[in-house]
T-cell receptor, first 114, second 116 residues
Framework: AQSVTQLGSHVSVSEGALVLLRCNYS??????LFWYVQYPNQGLQLLLK??????LVKGINGFEAEFKKSETSFHLTKPSAHMSDAAEYFC????????????FGKGTKLTVNP | NAGVTQTPKFRILKIGQSMTLQCAQD?????MYWYRQDPGMGLKLIYY???????DKGEVPNGYNVSRSTTEDFPLRLELAAPSQTSVYFC???????????????FGQGTRLTVV
């Protein structure tokens, strides 16, 4: 069964520092990959997605992610953290063929310190 | 264009009661999903549907039922509520506009359910 692992349930960075949130997937065939953000008491908002085009994907709010097939990873980065980036971030995986199960990781809560 | 609409937003149930969480989308999407979110556990897939009349189990289907009689609606039924079903429930939809193309999942705002 397909799965996704997010390393680190909590990540804390200083304002202006690099943000790196890790996501690894297990799949025999490269899947569709997504990063979502959730602010307190809200629904999920798409940050970016990988759909087998460019391996470096740019999203909203200055975030980007790189698909690395050899490492089965799709890590999310942002060069300079803002206070407004404090939220919970979820990585999700969807097979490109077969099952239509969209599966999420457990999430990483990002804290940005002034 | 409202997107994905969930009702109600909040509900308190007593143990053993039943209820239906409503989900409707106006984007003509084929795929619809129900998730539950518990602190530190991410989103767990309960049921999903690939089109009207077709549903399948996700990771945590026990205690829930779904139906998909139309493209727009995907209600989630709790027959005998238990405290373990206290959670935030999210409905989502997505689409395949062409071969090899898949949209992201669009989410509703969630239903916060408490079973006491």
């Amino acid at each position: 069964a397909q799965s996704v692992t997010q390393l680190g349930s909590h990540v804390s960075v200083s304002e202006g520092a690099l943000v790196l949130l890790r996501c690894n997937y297990s799949s025999s065939v490269p899947p569709y990959l997504f990063w979502y953000v959730q602010y307190p008491n809200q629904g999920l908002q798409l940050l970016l997605k990988y759909t087998s085009a460019a391996t470096l994907v740019k999203g909203i709010n200055g975030f980007e992610a790189e698909f690395k097939k050899s490492e089965t990873s799709f890590h999310l980065t942002k060069p300079s953290a803002h206070m407004s980036d404090a939220a919970e971030y979820f990585c999700a995986v969807l097979p490109q063929g077969g099952s239509e199960k969209l599966v999420f990781g457990k999430g990483t809560k990002l804290t940005v310190n002034p | 264009n409202a997107g994905v609409t969930q009702t109600p937003k909040f509900r308190i149930l007593k143990i053993g009661q039943s209820m239906t969480l409503q989900c409707a989308q106006d984007m003509n999407h084929n795929y619809m999903y129900w998730y539950r979110q518990d602190p530190g556990m991410g989103l767990k897939l309960i049921y999903y549907s690939v089109g009207a009349g077709i549903t399948d189990k996700g990771e945590v289907p026990n205690g829930y039922n779904v139906s998909r009689s139309t493209t727009e609606d995907f209600p989630l039924r709790l027959e005998l509520a238990a405290p373990s079903q206290t959670s935030v429930y999210f409905c989502a939809s997505s689409h395949r506009p062409g071969q090899g193309i898949r949209t992201e999942a669009f989410f509703g705002q969630g239903t916060r359910l408490t079973v006491v």
